[in-house]
């Protein structure tokens, strides 16, 4: 099984996944919104596909650690999501990651590498659910 990384925002997600070994995420795609419906159906395609066992979702804390607006949204998007993973037999754990500062990371190291900025726009949020996944295993990494 596999861990997915999620970045939830509103317009997109980005979304990553790690190799069998929890060593290293990688970006696989970043989704359109078009509605919750398609939107989780989607996540959930990609959850088979990739046979994830647990998503890792991005929580836009503000820099004080409260919640704001896109943090309810986010948690919202993750209930529906749960729910739809549960209707259709999957059996699937949900956390959160302190995604703070991940896009402006994913920027920098998207300038980095020289990418021009149309390039950036459209990898940012796949670049940013990798940062979100990175972290997470990076933090429960078995030593």
């Not at 209930?79 to 500062?101: I, P, W, Y």
Request: proline content about 2%.
């Amino acid at each position: 099984m596999r861990l997915m990384g999620l970045d939830i925002g509103d317009r997109t997600v980005g979304v990553a996944v790690s190799d069998p070994l929890f060593i290293s995420a990688q970006g696989v795609t970043t989704i359109e919104r078009v509605g919750i419906r398609k939107d989780t159906t989607k996540i959930l395609e990609l959850v088979k596909e990739y046979e994830v066992g647990t998503i890792v979702s991005g929580l836009p804390l503000m820099l004080s650690g409260q919640d704001s607006p896109q943090t309810q949204k986010v948690r919202e998007f993750v209930e529906m999501l749960q729910n739809k993973a549960r209707s259709t037999g999957l059996k699937l754990e949900f956390v959160f990651q302190d995604e703070r500062f991940t896009t402006k990371i994913a920027e920098d190291v998207l300038i980095q590498a020289d990418m021009s900025r149309a390039k950036r726009k459209t990898i940012i949020d796949r670049q940013a659910a990798v940062i979100i996944l990175q972290s997470y295993m990076d933090a429960h990494r078995k030593l």
